[in-house]
């Protein structure tokens, strides 16, 4: 059974940057595909960045590209996502997720089945 826990979230101001780390184990196969998403309250969730194991492709949703990043550090099993100029409409919970593949920026919460329990980013204006 897969297993991510999300740490990183927190208070920053409009311009600043956070670092949310996705720390995962139980994979069953070398091929899966690790997502970020968000939900911002009264919103449906929305992805905004997957990694692909299997050719190591990365994907963002247009709201996010050129100010986000996702990396894996194989060592440790994690996935980060290094997020760049915060806006206020950043603000919401994040979570990771993990599913079989992901190969565009379209990354849907339908795709994956196991997920982290969130954490919080607030981003002041």
């Known amino acids: 059974q897969v297993q991510l826990v999300e740490s990183g979230g927190g208070l920053v101001q409009a311009g600043g940057s956070l670092r949310l780390s996705c720390a995962a184990s139980?994979?069953?196969?070398?091929?899966?595909?690790i997502g970020w998403f968000r939900q911002a309250p009264g919103k449906e969730r929305e992805g905004v960045s997957c990694?692909?194991?299997?050719?190591?492709?990365?994907y963002y949703a247009e709201s996010v590209k050129g100010r986000f990043t996702i990396a894996r550090d194989n060592a440790k099993n994690t996935v980060y996502l290094q997020m760049n100029s915060l806006k206020p409409e950043d603000t919401a919970v994040y979570y990771c997720?993990?599913?079989?593949?992901?190969?565009?920026?379209?990354?849907?919460?339908?795709?994956?089945?196991?997920w982290g329990q969130g954490t919080q980013v607030i981003v002041s204006s």
């Open positions: 139980g994979f069953t196969s070398d091929y899966y595909a």
């Open positions: 997720a993990a599913g079989p593949f992901c190969f565009s920026q379209y990354i849907l919460p339908r795709d994956f089945d196991s």
């Open positions: 990694f692909s194991s299997a050719d190591g492709g990365t």
